[in-house]
């Protein structure tokens, strides 16, 4: 049980409020089998108070007192609220566009917004939150004619606010009509003007395969069938957020938490496809539960391991498992019961995307490449709507299946490069990828949702050149033998520089 106190002197019990509904509590607040619990989305400056009680089935049935104990934290950091009022801007029947105006002259260093949202009526069943970096938002997987309370929080660089006070708001009902449709347009351009350039690529695709006649004839049509896409992007209700398994102080909690134990049994190891940075990649088959044999591939962690980096393997499959997407490599399960620990995902059959182009070079119509990129730009979508930041985009972490469906992969760099105070060196003998970075990140660490655009536009460049070397055999700042300034890649771009268009890349592809 959580309570929240107010800050004033008096300090007193009628200052109090629950907080549970405020927090994120992983696993959960309620009926936890372990002694550990991870409490996220504090407001700052905020007197918490947690009590903690052990249940059995003949608690309640004793004395009047209750055995519990009491944790009191306050926490720190930035002010109150950025955020005043939250107005309604329209309502379809399962969505509803909120803007706020911040309380103050507007400050530079938000980060973005965080909103939170649960069905008025059943706030005990939980809460959906979201992310944006304008003032305004679409929440989208409502229910028709339901009334929803949101509040809005801001993310700065010290961390979250406050959060404003709250709103409700209602969806509309299912006869709204041309209410509702104008409304999923518009959560449609505005989900791909705010997300990974997708619209845009679908764009340029019915541009260059010459349909955009057809596109606008066929307009209802296509906007059921992007509506339908979106849908897929973005989980119902709301999007989930991601929950960095560093949050966990036990790690096998966290493997727990996210992924599925595999008895090793039911596992057979073929061949040696690589190496990994922990141990062989094999490529092998997974009985499942339904008896039926699936291709996989095994990512295992080598012997004389330390605990560290068990940690830092595993932590690559309970990032894999929070997400759900056809575009994200699919996690099977684990192994960490047993010798060696093992991280199943599915099989890819065409490997790696740079390489895969590599091996054939000129032998796919624009139209194919557009193809692989927009299953690219779908994948980051997801991720970047559930806040994550990959870090190591790049065409060696994308991987291609027999039907030419290219899925994001390679989820293990982002806390190592945070943790490294020196961002263009190396750490764990991994080198930050210069040639994929954003200059912010390079210089700032700053890395976000838009320096995973920038890497994006390298993965473009790579595609339409098929598997060419970005900025070929220019040099990174940090190569020891390099004195020729005039030919490195980071201060090349800071002067302004920028890749060539690749040959035979329409020029609808190429913007300068
Ligand atoms: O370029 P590749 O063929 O694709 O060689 C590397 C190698 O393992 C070491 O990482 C390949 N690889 C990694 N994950 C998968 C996967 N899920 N399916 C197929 N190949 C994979 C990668």
Redesign the pocket.
């Known amino acids: 049980m959580c309570q929240r106190c107010g800050s004033g002197a008096s300090g007193g019990e009628e200052d109090c409020e629950p907080c549970e509904s405020d927090l994120r509590f992983v696993p959960r607040p309620l009926g936890l089998t372990g002694t550990s619990v991870a409490i996220l989305d504090f407001a700052t400056h905020t007197n918490y108070t947690f009590h903690v009680e052990a249940v059995n089935g003949v608690s309640g049935l004793g004395g009047n007192t209750r055995p519990l104990v009491n944790i009191s934290v306050t926490t720190d950091q930035t002010g109150p609220s950025l955020v005043g009022v939250v107005r309604k801007d329209w309502a379809s029947d399962n969505s509803i566009a909120l803007s706020w105006t911040e309380v103050e002259q507007q400050p530079n260093d938000i980060l973005d917004y965080e909103i939170k949202y649960y069905d008025k009526e059943q706030e005990q069943s939980g809460y959906s939150s979201t992310r944006t970096k304008a003032v305004s938002v679409v929440v989208t997987g409502l229910k028709p004619a339901t009334v929803y309370v949101f509040h809005v929080r801001a993310r700065t660089a010290a961390g979250f606010t406050a959060y404003s006070n709250k709103f409700d708001f209602s969806t509309g009902d299912e006869y709204s009509g041309m209410a509702a449709d104008q409304g999923q347009v518009l959560v449609v351009v505005t989900a791909a003007v705010g997300g990974f350039s997708l619209l845009v690529i679908l764009t340029l695709f019915f541009l260059i395969t010459g349909r955009c006649q057809s596109f606008i004839k066929d307009k209802r049509k296509s906007d059921d069938k992007r509506r339908d896409h979106f849908q897929n992007v973005l989980p119902v209700p709301g999007i989930k957020t991601y929950v960095d398994p560093d949050t966990y102080e036990d790690p096998t909690q966290a493997a727990h938490e996210f992924t599925t134990e595999i008895d090793p049994s039911r596992i057979r190891i073929e061949r040696v496809?690589?190496?990994?940075e922990f141990g062989e990649?094999c490529?092998g088959r997974l009985r499942t539960p339904g008896e039926k044999e699936i291709p996989?591939?095994i990512?295992t962690l080598k012997g004389g391991y330390v605990e560290r980096q068990r940690r830092d393997f595993l932590r690559e499959a309970c990032i894999i498992g929070q997400f759900d997407d056809p575009n994200i490599?699919r996690l099977e399960g684990v192994v960490t019961k047993s010798r060696p620990v093992m991280i199943v995902?599915?099989?890819?059959?065409?490997?790696?995307l740079?390489?895969?182009l590599r091996h054939h070079d000129g032998h796919f119509t624009v139209v194919q490449l557009v193809g692989m990129l927009h299953g690219v730009a779908s994948g980051m979508t997801y991720l970047s709507d559930m806040g994550y930041v990959h870090r190591d985009l790049a065409s060696?972490n994308i991987?291609v299946?027999e039907g030419l469906v290219c899925?994001v992969?390679?989820f293990g760099l982002s806390r190592v490069l945070e943790d490294h105070p020196e961002p263009a060196y190396n750490t764990m003998g991994v080198k930050i990828a210069i040639r994929w970075t954003a200059p912010e990140a390079i210089t700032n660490r700053k890395f976000s949702s838009a320096s995973d655009v920038w890497s994006y536009g390298i993965v473009m460049w790579e595609v339409m050149s098929y598997g060419e070397s970005p900025y070929w055999e220019m040099s990174n700042q940090d190569d020891d033998d390099d004195d020729d300034d005039d030919d490195d890649v980071i201060l090349s771009i800071e002067e302004g520089y920028r890749l060539p268009v690749p040959m035979g890349c329409p020029v609808v592809l190429y913007y300068r």
């Open positions: 496809i690589g190496a990994g990649v490529s996989v591939t990512k490599i995902v599915e099989y890819m059959e065409n490997g790696s740079d390489s895969f060696r991987l299946d899925k992969s390679d």
